[in-house]
């Protein structure tokens, strides 16, 4: 529990997205974004909203910690979608790093997916996404955001 405390608050967000991923391309698109989030539940909740305002969209992330297995179920909603995916991420955090791992639909087909948080101490984080095709045995990072604290 509160593993996510350190997200409270306000963030600036430097995003860099693979345009096509799983695809064998190597072209990026970087953009801003600005985050705030909230922890509930004395700590075994975090929510926040991300802003991407050269892009037109925005999104929101609802965490749960359940304390009977010790793991963080991660949930995401995008304004694009309009739509909570409820195929969560799970995973634990050991020390200041967190993996979490799901499914995810990509170009109409499953993948397995895996989020990295890394805590770089109480003003600066980083976030990784990453596909594997192959069942897990190889991953395409496709997604990073490092956050800096507003």
């Known amino acids: 529990m509160n593993d996510f405390d350190f997200l409270a608050g306000h963030w600036n967000v430097a995003n860099r997205r693979l345009i096509s991923p799983l695809s064998g391309s ?21 929510f926040d909203e ?11 992330t609802l965490r749960v910690y359940d304390p009977g297995t010790r793991q963080w179920s991660i949930y995401w909603a995008s304004s694009a979608r309009g739509v909570l995916d409820t195929s969560p991420m799970v995973g634990a ?12 639909r990509h170009e109409g087909r499953r993948v397995r997916c895996r989020f990295v948080w890394t805590v770089a101490g109480a003003d600066a ?10 069942g897990g045995r190889t991953w395409e990072t496709n997604w990073t955001m490092d956050l800096s604290r507003a």
């Open 50 to 60: 991300i802003e991407f305002p050269t892009k037109g969209f925005s999104g929101l």
């Open 93 to 104: 955090f050991e020390g200041d790093r967190g993996v979490f791992y799901g499914e995810e």
């Open 26 to 46: 190597d072209d990026w698109d970087e953009f801003p974004g600005r985050s705030v989030a909230t922890r509930h539940f004395g700590g075994a909740a975090s």
């Open 125 to 134: 984080a980083r976030w990784e996404q990453a596909f594997s095709d192959d």
